[in-house]
């Protein structure tokens, strides 16, 4: 707590980039915000992951199939368009 009001350094308002946070189903590809508190899949069941099982890195891009961080392998499905 700052007890007086800097006048000089201006508050700068920075582009926050909130990065929003998936799961993601290593099984089907389905995935959902973390927001969403789910756990397992709704499609098949197989329970989902927050971040790389490998680097621990949080899965930011839902439709990935491997990790941007340490190229593991994240999602098995082979069918994709
Ligand atoms: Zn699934
Ligand atoms: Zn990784």
Do not use: D
């Amino acid at each position: 707590m700052w007890s007086a009001m800097s006048t000089s350094q201006e508050v700068h308002n920075k582009h926050q980039v909130v990065q929003e946070r998936y799961r993601l189903c290593g099984s089907c590809g389905n995935f959902c915000g973390v927001s969403e508190n789910q756990v397992y899949c709704i499609v098949c069941g197989e329970k989902l992951m927050e971040e790389c099982p490998q680097c621990r890195e949080p899965i930011v891009y839902p439709t990935a199939r491997f990790c941007p961080v340490c190229g593991r392998l994240l999602v098995q499905v082979q069918n994709l368009p």
